[in-house]
């Protein structure tokens, strides 16, 4: 009876063991640019004033500067000087530090918000453009003839360029040179 036993235990089977398939997926999540900049912007290290300073140019598109300001007690740091060409023609240059928390807050409101958006109607319009190999948001708006160019200059600094009955090609030129 044993025999039988070990013979009916031992009838040819072949086991055989499935492998299903089971690779072994690596899911990297994809992280959206926009988040991962505002995520280094917020550990950045402040740009100091002086360096700012340095940034803004004596004359932009022919036109002296006329006014300069400085300011780094809101969060951020901000260098606003302004070109005044004559009583209807001027421009502004606004340089706005990024780095930290209400840097980046500013960068997501003032920048990002409006990254590859394109709208146009009568009142103006909306465009993200290639400046340089970067990324750049111009405006214009017809109701005031303003026309506004804005990037980031270096890896925390946002410069905006504001002309008052200035071409946009004229602040393309000028953004070029800072």
């Known amino acids: 009876m044993l025999l039988v036993i070990l ?3 031992n009838n040819d089977k072949k086991v055989t063991e499935e492998t299903t398939a089971n690779p072994q997926v690596k899911t ?3 992280v959206d640019p926009k988040t991962q900049k505002l995520e280094s912007l917020k550990t950045a290290t402040a740009t100091d004033l002086d360096q700012m300073q340095k940034m803004v140019p004596a004359e932009m598109a022919g036109i ?4 300069l300001n400085m300011n780094s007690n809101i969060g951020y740091s901000i260098v606003q000087a302004d070109y ?3 009583s209807k023609s001027d421009i502004r240059l606004i340089a706005y530090d990024c780095a930290g928390e209400q840097g980046s807050q500013l960068y997501n409101s003032s920048f990002l918000s409006y990254l590859d958006k394109n709208e146009e109607n009568a009142g103006g319009y909306t465009k993200t453009i290639n400046l340089n190999g970067k990324k750049t948001i111009e405006k214009y708006e017809a109701a005031t003839k303003s026309t506004s160019i804005s990037f ?3 890896e925390t600094v946002l410069m905006v360029l504001h ?3 200035i071409s946009a090609e004229t602040l393309k030129e000028a953004a070029l040179k800072l």
């Open 7 to 9: 013979v009916s235990c």
């Open 84 to 86: 005044v060409k004559n």
């Open 152 to 154: 980031l200059a270096n």
């Open 163 to 165: 002309g008052k009955n």
């Open 64 to 67: 002296k500067r006329t006014r």
């Open 28 to 30: 990297t999540a994809q």
